[in-house]
């Protein structure tokens, strides 16, 4: 389907009453719940560090689980933390799993089209909050014949708001009510907490597709930006992610700001994540050589010329990484040399250790059979009458 361009918001008698009333009054009661809860209880550093703990945790739930686990299958997770990811996404109020999941990969597979349900094309808000102020349509099915067969997210997805109501707003409530602070538990950890994770990740729909650059594609409006993946923690870095969405890092070089990929490598050095895709660098250059190529041909650069270094540059590549391969291999062989002669010689040293043991015994022996036979010996020559020689 091509782009649309004059895209309608639907209807007014297609409103989704009480998800609109919860994602636009949820922030404003975590806020002024938040001051009145400061009020009665007083402040306290230990709630404030706990919400601001329980936040991070919740974007990374949706990040590293719904988005680059469940909808992208970049990685495989360990089922303990799968069970993790899903227990704290259930508290970012995002829906389930299944229908988050559903939702992206439409999104994905019809990019800027009509069928895109947060198609930026129908404008900043309509991406960002506005798609969800309506009813899904009446064909909407969850759609995830992979996911659908996980137990966890049926279980999930069919007791999704008992759940989210429980982990959401109970939990921290309880929390905060073990350690004297019930009120600021509901109102930070639990409202405000919510709201501000909801717009962090409504950011990737919105910003990453209006704001930064179009490093790898011009053919989708998703854009990369550093701003925009410190909000969203490293989903910034949309239009790497909409070319190459198997990878599961969105910033690809070790300083780029991706929280997201910090925590599935820490995870993967915990046993808790493994298989942890990446595409190839060759095609990721490439992608990135042909965007650039179109802007220095606008600059007056000759095709040909820039055809010519495109490929110099990636045979260059091509060849620095196979000599990479190839020195990792040796310095393995290398290592394995390097023990190997450590352990021939310190067998050597103990066989010679124990040969020079055993031959100094049969020298001494040697020496007290010498002496005691020439004793023998010498009492012959003395003796005056002949003796038995023993
Ligand atoms: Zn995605
Ligand atoms: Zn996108």
Redesign the pocket.
């Known amino acids: 389907m091509k782009p649309s361009q004059q895209q309608q918001w639907p209807k007014w008698n297609q409103v989704d009453w009480p998800t609109t009333l919860f994602l636009t009054i949820t922030p404003v009661v975590g806020l002024i719940g938040t001051g009145v809860a400061i009020g009665v209880e007083g402040f306290s550093w230990g709630m404030a560090l706990f919400s601001l703990i329980f936040a991070a945790l919740t974007n990374l739930s949706i990040t590293a689980g719904y ?1 680059r686990l469940f ?2 299958r970049s990685y495989d997770a360990h089922p303990v933390a799968r069970w993790i990811l899903v227990f704290i996404g259930t508290s970012a109020w995002q829906s389930s799993a299944l229908k988050w999941c559903t939702d ?1 990969r439409k999104h ?1 597979a019809e990019v800027d089209t009509d069928e895109d349900p947060y198609s930026i094309n129908r404008g900043f808000w309509y991406a960002h909050l506005g798609w969800m102020f309506f009813k899904p349509a009446e064909d909407f099915k969850i759609h995830c014949p992979d996911l659908e067969k996980d137990p966890l997210l049926r279980f999930q997805h069919n007791h999704y708001i008992k759940c989210a109501i429980a982990v959401g707003f109970l939990l921290p409530w309880l929390i905060g009510w073990m350690v004297g602070y019930p009120l600021t538990g509901l109102f930070m950890a639990g409202a405000l907490r919510i709201g501000l994770t909801q717009q962090s990740t409504f950011f990737v729909n919105s910003l990453c597709h209006t704001f930064g650059k179009r490093t790898y594609s011009d053919q989708i409006t998703a854009r990369d930006s550093l701003f925009v993946a410190v909000l969203t923690h490293g989903e910034g870095y949309h239009n790497f ?1 909409h070319k190459f ?1 198997i990878d599961y890092r969105n910033g690809i070089r070790w300083w780029q700001w991706d929280p997201t990929k910090w925590t599935i490598e820490t995870m993967k050095y915990l046993g808790l994540a493994s298989k942890l895709r990446t595409v190839s660098p060759t095609e990721i250059l490439k992608a990135r050589l042909h965007m650039e190529s179109i802007t220095l041909t606008s600059r007056g650069y000759s095709q040909e010329k820039l055809e010519a270094l495109k490929a110099k540059v990636l045979h260059a590549q091509v060849r620095m990484k196979k000599l990479k391969e190839d020195y990792a291999h040796l310095k393995v062989e290398y290592r394995r040399l390097k023990a190997d002669y450590a352990k021939k010689t310190a067998e050597w040293q103990e066989h010679s250790r124990e040969s020079i043991e055993r031959m100094k015994t049969e020298i001494t022996l040697a020496k007290l059979e010498f002496r005691y036979s020439l004793k023998q010996w010498k009492a012959l020559v003395k003796s005056p009458v002949p003796v038995a020689i023993s």
């Open positions: 988005h909808s992208h992206h994905h992610h969405q």
